[in-house]
Nanobody, 125 residues
Framework: QVHLGESGGGLVQRGGSLKLSCVVSGGAFADYAMAWFRQAPGKEREREFVASINFSGNGKHYGDAVKGRFTIPRHDVLNTVYLQMDRLQPEDTARYYC????????????????WGRGTQVTVSS
């Protein structure tokens, strides 16, 4: 059974940085496309696409709200995908989730098979 575990969230000031980690266990990480989504306060029914990376690492995509500020590296030896978040803004406050699916990434949360429980990011002004 595949398990995804996020960490690295916390409280940060406007303009600061955080690096989230998502460790995958129980599956073949090298075969997975990975993605990050987020749920903002008051929008619990909406999971906003943040970033994704395909299984080989040579295809990456970013949501319009985070382009140029966030990056999504992966480390296959460690079975880990990261979300490096720079120049954080209060509107980035949300619970961040990682998700996996086989091979190729997608912008839709419905395309992903497995999810973690999320990690909270709060950006103060």
């Amino acid at each position: 059974q595949v398990h995804l575990g996020e960490s690295g969230g916390g409280l940060v000031q406007r303009g600061g940085s955080l690096k989230l980690s998502c460790v995958v266990s129980g599956g073949a990480f090298a075969d997975y496309a990975m993605a990050w989504f987020r749920q903002a306060p008051g929008k619990e029914r909406e999971r906003e696409f943040v970033a994704s990376i395909n299984f080989s690492g040579n295809g990456k995509h970013y949501g319009d709200a985070v382009k140029g500020r966030f990056t999504i590296p992966r480390h296959d030896v460690l079975n880990t995908v990261y979300l490096q978040m720079d120049r954080l803004q209060p509107e980035d406050t949300a619970r961040y989730y990682c998700a996996s699916r086989y091979y190729y990434d997608d912008h839709s949360p419905d395309a992903y098979d497995c999810w973690g429980r999320g990690t909270q990011v709060t950006v103060s002004s």
